[in-house]
């Protein structure tokens, strides 16, 4: 059976990940409120997977508040950097600065001397319901790093992330198209699907 949620909380202090979210859960009458919203804490990280990540916040947040909480952990996974930066991508950002973030990942591929541009998006989603339970959901996106940031749209490592199948990055897609394709996009698929 599905749950009823008329009152979701998105344990999340990043506005433009609440937005992204709001807009995708705009035709089902639901009410979206971030932990920023309500001066919660930012719950850390300290898991090793996105998963752990993921449901660590959601649980926290769902057992402070009694409602239920989605929290996601995301990130970008570069193949020729062992898979970095993964789950450590907002702290890969000095001062969460992703401007310079986006230099030191394109600086320290180019010292890699690999040829292999390969990454990856992932992003696991966590539903925690005050009854104790959590759903989890995950969406996957790959593509490659571009040589240098281009566009202007979407937030986080966007500018430098070419999804396969398309020749420019993620930061020139309305958010429309981005949502239709994106790891965030594909694994919200999957929640509503469930869940509503």
């Known amino acids: 059976m599905k749950p009823v949620i008329t009152k979701l909380l998105i344990a999340s202090h990043n506005l433009g990940k609440v937005k992204e979210i709001r807009d995708m859960l705009a035709p089902y009458n639901v009410e979206v409120v971030s932990a920023e919203e309500l001066k919660m804490p930012d719950v850390p990280e300290t898991g090793k997977t ?3 990540n ?3 916040k959601a ?6 508040s009694g409602f239920f909480c989605l929290a996601d952990d995301s990130g970008l996974c ?7 930066p993964g789950v450590l991508s907002a702290r ?3 001062d969460r600065d992703f401007d310079k973030g986006m230099d030191l990942l394109l600086e320290e591929i180019k010292n890699s001397g690999s040829v292999d541009r390969s990454a990856y998006f992932a992003c696991v ?14 969406g996957r996106v790959d593509g490659h790093i571009a040589d240098k940031k281009s566009g202007k749209k979407g937030f986080g490592y966007d500018p430098i992330f070419v999804p396969d199948g398309f020749d420019k990055t993620f930061a020139n897609f309305s958010e429309e ?16 699907t469930e869940v509503f």
Not at 180 to 192: D, V
Request: glycine share 8%; proline share 4%; charged share 25%.
């Open 125 to 138: 989603l966590a539903l925690a319901n005050p009854n104790g339970k959590t759903l989890i959901f995950e």
């Open 78 to 84: 570069v193949n020729c950097l062992g898979g970095r």
């Open 54 to 56: 993921a449901r660590l």
């Open 50 to 52: 996105f998963e752990e």
């Open 177 to 192: 198209e981005k949502n239709k394709i994106s790891h965030r996009g594909k694994a919200f698929l999957k929640f509503i």
């Open 59 to 64: 649980e926290t947040l769902c057992k402070m």
């Open 92 to 94: 890969y950002a000095p």
